[in-house]
C-alpha cells in the first residue's frame, strides 16, 4: 500500500512525547513489511545539523493563507529503503526553540503554523508522483487534512482523492481557536457548523478530523472506550458515539530495536532474560550517576514523564511523601509545568539521600533510568496509551500503574492472573492507593523468586509493530 503519513513531531527527528514515538516506528514497521511510505512534518531548528543527509528538493510550496500567500521549501530524507520523510522547511513557522510553546505559554500563532503545515500536507498528498492511497493524521496539528482534502475532491477537481485515517493520540489536546482562524484556511462555510469544525462558536481542529477522517482510532482499547464517555470524551464524546464507523482503539508498539537491553548505546551494562547481572550493575551506574547512594538492596523506583497535570503527579508526591519514610529510593526525569519541577526539586533537597530529581528532556537517561530501576511508577488519571510501561517491561523494571487506558491494557495484575502478572495495578486515583502499590512492590522486592517471576514474565511480553501493522492495514482497508 502507499501511504502518507503526517505528523507534527517524528522520532529521531523531532519529540515532546509519545507520539513521536509511534511515527517514527509505524513508518519504519511499514516499510519494512513492503509498503511505500512517506511522512510529512516540519522541519524544526537543529534537524539539518542533526541529519547532515537531508538535501532540498527541487519543489517549492506556494500556498494562499487567509488574504495572502506563505511560500516553503520541501526538505528530504531516506532513513530506509521505501521512507522518505518529508520536512515542511519554513522557518518562519518552525525555526524556534520550541515546538509548541515557550515558558509555559503556547506560541501565539500556532492555528497560523499547523493550519499551513495541514495544507502543506494535503497538498503532497495530491500532488506527490507516487500518489498516496491514504493519509494517515494524527491530533489536531493535522485534524484539518482530511477537511482539506475532501473539499479539493468535491470542489477543485481532484479526482479519486485518497482515503483519511486520524489516529488520536490524546483527546485532551484539540486545538480550539477562535473563529477568526477559520479563515486561514480557505474554505467555504460549509465545514464550519456544530456537526463540523466548530465547537461553541470557535474553530476545534481534532474535531473537524473526528467528523472529516473517513476512519477515526485511538492507541489502546480500552482509551478507545473510555473517550466515548462523557467522564473522558473532553467534551467531544457525543461527536464520537455519532460516528458510523466507531473509533478502534489499536495499541501502540514498541520499537525494540531501539528499546533493548542487549545492545544499547546508552547502557553501560548490557542484559537479558536469562542474565540479569547487568541489570544490577546498571542501577549501581545510576544511583552513582545521580548521586543517590549506591546501595543494591534498596528498592528503586522511577518515573519518566511530562510534568502535566494528566500524568498523576499530585498522587505520587502525595504517596512519595508517606513512603519515603521507608527505605527506598526515588528518581524522577521530567520537563514541563515549573510548579511541579519545583515540588519535586524540594523534595529532592529533603531527601537528598533518597530522592534524586532531573529536569528537562534526556533520551539517555531515560534508558538508563528504565534499565537501572527495580519499579516504574506510572499513575496517570488518563492515558491513551503510555509507552513508558511497556518499556519498563521490556527492561524488567516492573511497572506500577493505574487502570485507564493503555495502562490497563498492558499490564497484567496478580489478581488478574498471578501466573502471568507483570506488574502492580491501583484503581483510585489518590496517593493512598498508589501508596498502597508501593509497599505491595516492596513485598516484591523482598522475595527475590517473586521478584524474578515479574521480571521474567514482564520481559517476554512483546508489543512488537507486526500486530500494530496489521492492525492498521485492516483499519484503513475498512474504508468502503
Ligand atoms: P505522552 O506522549 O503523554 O507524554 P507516553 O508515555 O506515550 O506519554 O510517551 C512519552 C515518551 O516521552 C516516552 O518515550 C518517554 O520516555 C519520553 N519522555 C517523557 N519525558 C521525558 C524526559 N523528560 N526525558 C526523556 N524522555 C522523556
Not at 482510532?217 to 480500552?222: G, I
Not at 528537562?360 to 509507552?387: N, T, V
Not at 501508596?435 to 521474567?456: D, E, F, S
Request: glycine share 8%; with cysteine.
Amino acid at each position: 500500500m502507499k501511504i502518507l503519513l503526517a505528523s507534527s513531531e517524528v522520532h529521531p527527528y523531532s519529540k515532546t512525547g509519545g507520539l513521536a514515538d509511534m511515527i517514527g516506528a509505524l513508518g519504519k514497521a511499514f516499510a519494512q513489511a513492503g509498503h511505500q511510505v512517506g511522512i510529512v512534518t516540519p522541519l524544526y531548528r537543529g534537524i539539518v545539523e542533526r541529519f547532515p543527509g537531508i538535501r532540498r528538493l527541487n519543489w517549492r510550496i506556494d500556498l494562499p493563507l487567509a488574504t495572502w500567500r506563505e511560500q516553503a521549501e520541501l526538505w528530504a530524507l531516506e532513513p530506509a529503503r521505501g521512507l522518505t520523510i518529508y520536512f515542511i522547511h519554513k522557518p518562519k513557522y518552525f525555526d524556534r526553540g520550541s515546538l509548541y510553546h515557550e515558558h509555559g505559554k503556547d506560541y501565539h500563532d500556532n492555528s497560523e503554523r499547523f493550519i499551513f503545515f495541514s495544507k502543506c500536507v494535503a497538498h503532497l498528498a495530491r500532488y506527490q508522483p507516487w500518489r498516496p492511497e491514504l493519509i494517515h493524521v494524527n491530533d489536531w496539528q493535522t485534524g484539518l487534512v482530511p477537511a482539506l482534502i475532501l473539499h479539493q475532491s468535491r470542489k477543485e477537481g481532484w479526482g479519486n482523492p485518497p482515503r483519511t485515517c486520524l489516529t488520536i493520540h490524546n483527546l485532551a489536546y484539540q486545538g480550539i481557536f477562535p473563529r477568526s482562524a477559520y479563515a486561514l484556511l480557505n474554505l467555504p462555510g460549509d465545514y464550519f457548523h456544530p456537526e463540523g469544525a466548530e465547537y461553541f462558536g470557535k474553530l476545534n481542529c481534532l474535531k473537524a478530523g473526528i467528523v472529516y477522517a473517513d476512519v477515526l482510532t485511538t492507541v489502546s482499547p480500552r482509551y478507545a472506550r473510555e473517550i466515548t464517555t462523557e467522564e473522558f470524551g473532553c467534551g467531544l464524546d457525543g461527536v464520537l458515539r455519532k460516528r458510523k464507523l466507531p473509533v478502534q482503539g489499536i495499541l501502540n508498539g514498541v520499537d525494540y530495536d531501539e528499546w533493548n537491553t542487549s545492545e544499547n548505546p546508552h547502557l553501560k551494562h548490557m542484559y537479558s532474560i536469562n542474565d540479569l547481572a547487568g541489570k544490577a550493575t546498571n542501577k549501581l551506574a545510576l544511583q552513582e550517576e545521580l548521586g543517590l547512594p549506591a546501595k543494591p538492596d534498596v528498592p528503586l523506583f522511577g518515573t519518566i514523564t511530562r510534568l502535566a497535570e494528566q500524568k498523576g503527579m499530585e498522587i505520587e508526591m502525595g504517596a512519595l511523601e508517606e513512603m519515603l519514610q521507608t527505605d527506598m529510593q526515588f528518581i524522577l526525569l521530567g520537563s514541563g509545568d515549573h510548579g511541579y519541577e519545583r515540588a519535586f526539586q524540594k523534595m529532592a533537597v529533603r531527601f537528598p539521600d533518597k530522592v534524586a530529581v532531573r529536569t528537562g528532556y534526556d533520551q539517555g537517561l531515560s534508558h538508563r533510568i528504565e534499565a537501572g530501576c527495580d519499579f516504574y511508577i506510572m499513575p496517570s488519571k488518563f492515558e491513551p496509551c503510555g509507552l513508558n510501561q511497556m518499556y519498563s517491561l521490556r527492561y524488567g523494571t516492573i511497572p506500577i500503574v493505574r487502570t485507564t487506558g493503555g495502562l490497563d491494557d498492558t499490564v497484567v495484575d496478580a489478581t488478574e492472573d498471578p501466573l502471568r502478572a507483570t506488574g502492580i495495578k491501583f484503581v483510585e486515583f489518590t496517593s493512598t492507593a498508589l501508596a498502597k502499590a508501593i509497599r505491595k512492590a516492596k513485598v516484591i522486592y523482598g522475595n527475590p523468586h517473586l521478584l524474578r517471576h515479574y521480571q521474567r514474565n514482564g520481559m517476554a511480553t512483546d508489543f512488537s509493530w507486526d500486530r500494530t501493522v496489521t492492525a492498521y492495514l485492516k483499519a484503513y482497508r475498512q474504508i468502503d
